[in-house]
C-alpha cells in the first residue's frame, strides 16, 4: 500500500434505496474492511436507506475511535465491527419498522397534532430499535451532537481538519459524517452532521449565479437560541429518509424568522450523496460512491393515466439526475472513483424497428465496454432480481439480506482496487452473508424464487404459498398463525358496521355485498348530492358575472366545516388508526414473525 498524501481525502457515498441500499451497503462495508480501507475514510454522506446503516456504523466507529488509541487500533477491529453491525442491523430491520408506525395506538392518536408525524415515529423506532443500543446517553434521546468523537488519546478539542491534531496525523481517521435531506422550502440539499445543520453552501460562483433560491443558513447547534440547541439523530434519519408520499415532511420549527423548514428524503436531490462528498467544509478528493437506488425498467407499453405519466415522469427526471451526477463524477475523476451499482453486469436491449423481433442477448450497441455481472461471480438471472428488490422499509428475510450483502461484497471489490494508496493486502473473513455467494455465482433457483417476490412490498407471505415457495407445512402454518389477525379484523369491520347501522341507520356491509342495496344507497344520497352540486354550479356563474357573488358558498362551508371536521378528526384521525392498531399489533407478532422466522429462510 502506498503512503496516503496528507492532502488527499478519501469520501464514502452511501445511497438511498431503502434497507435494500442499507444491506447492499453492509456488505461493500465488509469489503472495505477486509481490504483495509475504513481507516482512511475521511467524510461519509449518506441518504435515505444509506442514513438509516451509516448512522449505525458510525455509532460503532465512535465506541472504537474513543476505547483505543490511534496506534491500538488494528485492522481486525474494523472487521470485528462491521461482523457486529451485520447481524445488529438485521436483527432490527426484521422488527419491520415500517409496519410498527401503524402498531401504536397512543401515537396513532397524537398524529392529529400538526407538530407530529409518522415520520416523527419511525424516528423514534430508528433511535429504539437500530441506535440505542449503539450509544449510551442516559435516559434522554440521542441528540446529533452525541455523535461528536473524541478520539482516545486526544487531551485538546478533536476537529478532523486541524492539519496538526486532526486527521492528517492520525493514521486511522475520523470522518465527517453527512446524512442528506432535501429542503421543500428552496429544493436545496439540508445536511445534519454532528456539529451543524442546514443547507450546503454553494460550491462556487456558477451555483451562485445560476441559482437565485434563498438559503437557510448552515447553524451550529451550540449557536441556536430560538429552539432547542440540538437535533435528534432519529429526528435526522427519518427526514433524510422521508420518502415522499410515503412519509409527511418532517419539520424544522423556530430556527429560522417566519419561516419552517419542511425535509424529504435526501434522495430528490441526489439519491447517491455525491453532492455531499463535495461540500466545501469538507471537499473529498477520492471517491467511493456505493449505489442501490431503484432504477425504472423500460416499458414496451407504458400507462398513460394521469397518475402514472406523473409519476414516470418524476423517475425519469430522477434518472436523469443520477445519470449526470455519477457521469460528471466518473468523468472528471476516473482514476480517482470507485463506482458501482445494482445493475452492474446487466445488458440492455436494442429495440429493432419495422417490427422486426428483439434479440434477447445484448447487442454490441448496448454491451461494448460493460462487464458481466459473472465476472465478480454472480449470475446475471440474480443480479436482474436483486436490482428489482423493494426500495421499502419493512422487514427483510435472511436472504434477501443476505444476497443484498454478499452482492455489494462481490460487486465492489474490483472496483475499490483501483484505488490502490487506500488498499492493503486483504484477509479472508466468514460473514453471515458467505453462504450466498455461491448461490448468488450459480444462480440457484430456490434462491432465485425468493428473490422474485421480494420486490412486493405486500402480501409476501400469501405470495410465497400460492407461488409454491413454501412448502406445504409452512403453508398450513401461515393459515394457522393467520387466523388471530383476519379474526380481529373481521371483528373490528362488523363492530364498525353495527355502530353506523345503529347511529346513522347505514348498514355499510350489506351495501357493500348485495348490488340492490348499493343502488338504494345511490339512490338515497341523490338528491342531497344533486342540491350540493348545481349550488357549487350556480355559484361559480354568479361570481363570473359578479364578482364575489359565489362567496355565500363560502359561508355555507364554514357553517358546516366545524361539526365535519370534528367528526373527521374523531373518527378518522383519532379513533379508527387507535383501533386499526390492533390488527398490526396481531400481525406483526404472528404472520410476520412466522413469515420471517419460519418462511423467509432457505
Same mark, same amino acid.
Given at each position: 500500500?502506498?503512503?496516503?498524501?496528507?492532502?488527499?481525502?478519501?469520501?464514502?457515498?452511501?445511497?438511498?434505496?431503502?434497507?435494500?441500499?442499507?444491506?447492499? =451497503?453492509?456488505?461493500?462495508?465488509?469489503?472495505?474492511?477486509?481490504? *483495509?480501507?475504513?481507516?482512511?475514510?475521511?467524510?461519509?454522506?449518506?441518504?435515505?436507506?444509506?442514513?438509516?446503516? *451509516?448512522?449505525?456504523?458510525?455509532?460503532?466507529?465512535?465506541?472504537?475511535? #474513543?476505547?483505543?488509541?490511534?496506534?491500538?487500533?488494528?485492522?481486525?477491529?474494523?472487521?470485528? %465491527?462491521?461482523?457486529?453491525?451485520?447481524?445488529?442491523?438485521?436483527?432490527?430491520?426484521?422488527?419491520?419498522?415500517?409496519?410498527?408506525?401503524?402498531?401504536?395506538?397512543?401515537? /396513532?392518536?397524537?398524529?392529529?397534532?400538526?407538530?407530529?408525524?409518522?415520520?416523527?415515529?419511525? *424516528?423514534?423506532?430508528?433511535?429504539?430499535?437500530?441506535?440505542?443500543?449503539?450509544?449510551?446517553?442516559? #435516559?434522554?434521546?440521542?441528540?446529533?451532537?452525541?455523535?461528536?468523537? @473524541?478520539?482516545?488519546?486526544?487531551?485538546?478539542?478533536?476537529?478532523?481538519?486541524?492539519?496538526?491534531?486532526?486527521?492528517?496525523?492520525?493514521? =486511522?481517521?475520523?470522518?465527517?459524517?453527512?446524512?442528506?435531506?432535501?429542503?421543500?422550502?428552496?429544493?436545496?440539499?439540508?445536511?445534519?452532521?454532528?456539529?451543524?445543520?442546514?443547507?450546503?453552501?454553494?460550491? /462556487?460562483?456558477?451555483?451562485?449565479?445560476?441559482?437565485?433560491?434563498?438559503?437557510?443558513?448552515?447553524?451550529?447547534?451550540?449557536?441556536?437560541?430560538?429552539?432547542?440547541?440540538?437535533?435528534?439523530?432519529?429526528?435526522?434519519?427519518?427526514?433524510?429518509?422521508?420518502?415522499?408520499?410515503?412519509?409527511?415532511?418532517?419539520?424544522?420549527? /423556530?430556527?429560522?424568522?417566519?419561516?419552517?423548514?419542511? %425535509?424529504?428524503?435526501?434522495?430528490?436531490?441526489?439519491?447517491?450523496?455525491?453532492?455531499?462528498?463535495?461540500?466545501?467544509?469538507?471537499?473529498?478528493?477520492?471517491?467511493?460512491?456505493?449505489?442501490?437506488?431503484? @432504477?425504472?425498467?423500460?416499458?414496451?407499453?407504458?400507462?398513460?393515466?394521469?397518475?402514472?405519466?406523473?409519476?414516470?415522469?418524476?423517475?425519469?427526471?430522477?434518472?436523469?439526475?443520477?445519470?449526470?451526477?455519477?457521469?460528471?463524477?466518473?468523468?472528471?475523476?476516473?482514476?480517482?472513483?470507485?463506482?458501482? =451499482?445494482?445493475?452492474?453486469?446487466?445488458?440492455?436491449?436494442?429495440?429493432?424497428?419495422?417490427?422486426?423481433?428483439?434479440?434477447?442477448?445484448?447487442?454490441?450497441?448496448?454491451?461494448? &465496454?460493460?462487464?458481466?455481472?459473472?465476472?465478480?461471480?454472480?449470475?446475471?438471472?440474480?443480479?436482474?432480481?436483486?436490482?428489482?428488490?423493494?426500495?421499502?422499509?419493512?422487514?427483510?428475510?435472511?436472504?434477501?439480506?443476505?444476497?443484498?450483502?454478499?452482492?455489494?461484497?462481490?460487486?465492489?471489490?474490483?472496483?475499490?482496487?483501483?484505488?490502490?494508496?487506500?488498499?492493503?493486502?486483504?484477509?479472508?473473513?466468514?460473514?453471515?452473508?458467505?453462504?450466498?455467494?455461491?448461490?448468488?455465482?450459480?444462480?440457484?433457483?430456490?434462491?432465485?424464487?425468493? %428473490?422474485?417476490?421480494?420486490?412486493?412490498?405486500?402480501?409476501?407471505?400469501?405470495?410465497?404459498?400460492?407461488?409454491?415457495?413454501? /412448502?406445504?407445512?409452512?403453508?398450513?402454518?401461515?393459515?394457522?398463525?393467520?387466523?388471530?389477525?383476519?379474526?380481529?379484523?373481521?371483528?373490528?369491520?362488523?363492530?364498525?358496521?353495527?355502530?353506523?347501522?345503529?347511529?346513522?341507520?347505514?348498514?355499510?356491509?350489506?351495501?357493500?355485498?348485495?348490488?340492490?342495496?348499493?343502488?338504494?344507497?345511490?339512490?338515497?344520497?341523490?338528491?342531497?348530492?344533486?342540491?350540493?352540486?348545481?349550488?357549487?354550479?350556480?355559484?361559480?356563474?354568479?361570481?363570473?358575472?359578479?364578482? &364575489?357573488? *359565489?362567496?355565500?358558498?363560502?359561508?355555507? =362551508?364554514?357553517?358546516?366545516?366545524?361539526?365535519?371536521? %370534528?367528526?373527521?378528526?374523531?373518527?378518522?384521525?383519532?379513533?379508527?388508526?387507535?383501533?386499526?392498531?390492533?390488527?398490526?399489533?396481531?400481525?406483526?407478532?404472528?404472520?410476520?414473525?412466522?413469515?420471517?422466522?419460519?418462511?423467509?429462510?432457505?
Amino acid at each position: 500500500m502506498k503512503a496516503v498524501d496528507s492532502n488527499q481525502r478519501l469520501g464514502l457515498a452511501l445511497s438511498g434505496g431503502g434497507f435494500r441500499a442499507s444491506f447492499f =451497503h453492509i456488505g461493500v462495508l465488509a469489503r472495505m474492511a477486509e481490504m *483495509g480501507m475504513l481507516k482512511h475514510v475521511e467524510s461519509i454522506s449518506t441518504v435515505s436507506g444509506g442514513s438509516i446503516v *451509516g448512522a449505525a456504523y458510525y455509532l460503532l466507529l465512535k465506541e472504537l475511535l #474513543e476505547s483505543k488509541t490511534d496506534q491500538e487500533i488494528t485492522d481486525a477491529d474494523y472487521v470485528a %465491527l462491521v461482523q457486529y453491525l451485520e447481524s445488529h442491523f438485521l436483527a432490527a430491520v426484521q422488527h419491520n419498522l415500517a409496519m410498527r408506525t401503524f402498531a401504536n395506538p397512543f401515537k /396513532n392518536m397524537r398524529m392529529v397534532m400538526p407538530n407530529y408525524s409518522r415520520s416523527d415515529t419511525i *424516528g423514534e423506532l430508528y433511535e429504539r430499535i437500530i441506535y440505542r443500543p449503539l450509544i449510551d446517553v442516559g #435516559e434522554r434521546r440521542i441528540r446529533m451532537s452525541d455523535l461528536l468523537i @473524541q478520539p482516545k488519546g486526544m487531551e485538546q478539542t478533536f476537529h478532523p481538519w486541524d492539519s496538526v491534531l486532526g486527521n492528517p496525523r492520525r493514521k =486511522h481517521k475520523v470522518p465527517v459524517l453527512i446524512l442528506n435531506a432535501t429542503s421543500l422550502n428552496s429544493g436545496h440539499s439540508w445536511h445534519f452532521t454532528a456539529m451543524s445543520m442546514g443547507e450546503e453552501p454553494p460550491r /462556487n460562483a456558477n451555483f451562485r449565479d445560476i441559482d437565485k433560491k434563498d438559503r437557510y443558513r448552515r447553524v451550529r447547534y451550540e449557536d441556536i437560541t430560538t429552539r432547542k440547541p440540538y437535533f435528534l439523530l432519529g429526528n435526522a434519519v427519518a427526514a433524510s429518509a422521508c420518502v415522499p408520499g410515503l412519509f409527511p415532511p418532517l419539520a424544522v420549527s /423556530n430556527l429560522y424568522q417566519d419561516c419552517r423548514v419542511q %425535509l424529504v428524503d435526501g434522495g430528490v436531490f441526489d439519491n447517491q450523496g455525491i453532492a455531499g462528498l463535495f461540500d466545501p467544509d469538507c471537499l473529498c478528493t477520492d471517491f467511493i460512491v456505493s449505489d442501490a437506488a431503484g @432504477q425504472a425498467d423500460a416499458s414496451d407499453n407504458p400507462k398513460t393515466d394521469l397518475l402514472s405519466v406523473l409519476a414516470t415522469s418524476s423517475s425519469i427526471l430522477a434518472g436523469r439526475v443520477r445519470e449526470e451526477m455519477v457521469n460528471n463524477l466518473i468523468q472528471t475523476q476516473a482514476a480517482r472513483t470507485a463506482y458501482f =451499482h445494482l445493475t452492474r453486469g446487466l445488458f440492455a436491449r436494442d429495440i429493432e424497428y419495422n417490427n422486426q423481433p428483439s434479440v434477447i442477448r445484448p447487442s454490441p450497441v448496448m454491451s461494448t &465496454g460493460l462487464v458481466s455481472s459473472t465476472t465478480f461471480e454472480v449470475a446475471e438471472s440474480a443480479q436482474r432480481e436483486l436490482s428489482k428488490i423493494r426500495t421499502d422499509l419493512d422487514a427483510f428475510t435472511d436472504v434477501e439480506a443476505g444476497c443484498l450483502a454478499a452482492d455489494g461484497y462481490q460487486m465492489s471489490a474490483p472496483q475499490l482496487a483501483k484505488l490502490k494508496q487506500y488498499t492493503a493486502a486483504s484477509v479472508a473473513v466468514y460473514w453471515q452473508f458467505s453462504r450466498y455467494r455461491p448461490l448468488l455465482k450459480e444462480g440457484d433457483s430456490r434462491m432465485l424464487d425468493q %428473490l422474485a417476490l421480494a420486490r412486493h412490498q405486500y402480501f409476501k407471505p400469501l405470495l410465497y404459498a400460492l407461488k409454491g415457495v413454501a /412448502n406445504g407445512k409452512q403453508s398450513l402454518g401461515l393459515a394457522l398463525v393467520s387466523l388471530p389477525a383476519i379474526a380481529s379484523l373481521v371483528l373490528i369491520v362488523w363492530l364498525i358496521n353495527q355502530l353506523m347501522k345503529d347511529m346513522l341507520g347505514i348498514d355499510f356491509l350489506q351495501i357493500m355485498t348485495s348490488p340492490a342495496s348499493f343502488q338504494q344507497f345511490l339512490f338515497d344520497i341523490a338528491p342531497a348530492a344533486y342540491f350540493l352540486l348545481i349550488a357549487l354550479v350556480l355559484s361559480k356563474i354568479a361570481d363570473l358575472f359578479y364578482q &364575489g357573488s *359565489g362567496k355565500w358558498l363560502g359561508w355555507l =362551508h364554514r357553517i358546516l366545516k366545524g361539526p365535519l371536521a %370534528l367528526i373527521t378528526v374523531l373518527a378518522i384521525r383519532i379513533v379508527l388508526p387507535a383501533v386499526f392498531a390492533i390488527p398490526v399489533i396481531i400481525y406483526l407478532h404472528t404472520i410476520d414473525k412466522y413469515f420471517i422466522k419460519v418462511m423467509g429462510k432457505y
